[in-house]
């Protein structure tokens, strides 16, 4: 039924806009609950609910196949029951599932953008919001991963203020997308060696990116343009 749902309303066509505001929406509110809510009880709640509405979203938006489908619904379906049991029953030790489920959902949902964005032969306004949006799962994915090195290894950044991952998700987006975009401000820093070389891959990958979606692009208008 979910899935009749989301073929009647999402296309090949238009689905990454959809996506693209699911991930901007989750950006922008966790820098509004860093601002107005930052280190509470109510603030951690919300990056959890944000979190999850901006997953199935995702889910919702990405055509794919449905084993895909079905895995996809799986993590988030799971995800929700750990946030539950982590929030209001106080299961810490649940946490790094948590941030493993997230962290496999944003690789599956890059794996599938990429495909049909960078790799379709074709040039269209949804490939290009694709591409954009795969920028912003770069982030995100890298988001996570700082989340569970800073979570599981203590003080491996210096400049985080929150005691766990729902305080420190708004610092470490800002801090991934920074160094995804090799600005480097330094009000946020590497600390431990696992922490330094996510890092500096980050930075490889982020400059690698745009190379191959230039690329990417100009291929898929040469190949139309040989084909006129």
Known sequence: MVKRFSRKHVTKEDNFS??????????????????FFARTTLGQTLVLILTIISMSIGVWSIQSSKLAFKGS??????TMIISGLVNFFNFAQLEFFHLLFMLVFFVTTLKIAAEQAL????????????????????????????LMVAE?????????????????????VYFSFVTL????FGDVLPLSPIARFLVYIEAVIGVFYMAIVVSSLVGAALNNKSKA
């Open 181 to 184: 975009t090799t600005l480097g």
């Open 73 to 78: 619904l799986g993590l988030v379906l799971a």
């Open 152 to 172: 599981f290894i203590p003080n491996s950044f210096s400049g985080l203020k929150g005691t766990n991952w729902t305080d420190n998700f708004p610092d470490l």
């Open 119 to 146: 790799f379709s032969g074709n040039i269209t306004k949804n490939n290009i919001i694709g591409s954009i949006c795969i920028f912003l799962l770069l982030g995100l994915i890298w988001t996570i991963s700082f």
């Open 18 to 35: 959809y996506l693209l505001v699911a991930l901007i929406f989750l950006l922008f509110s966790s820098a509004c609950v860093e601002q």
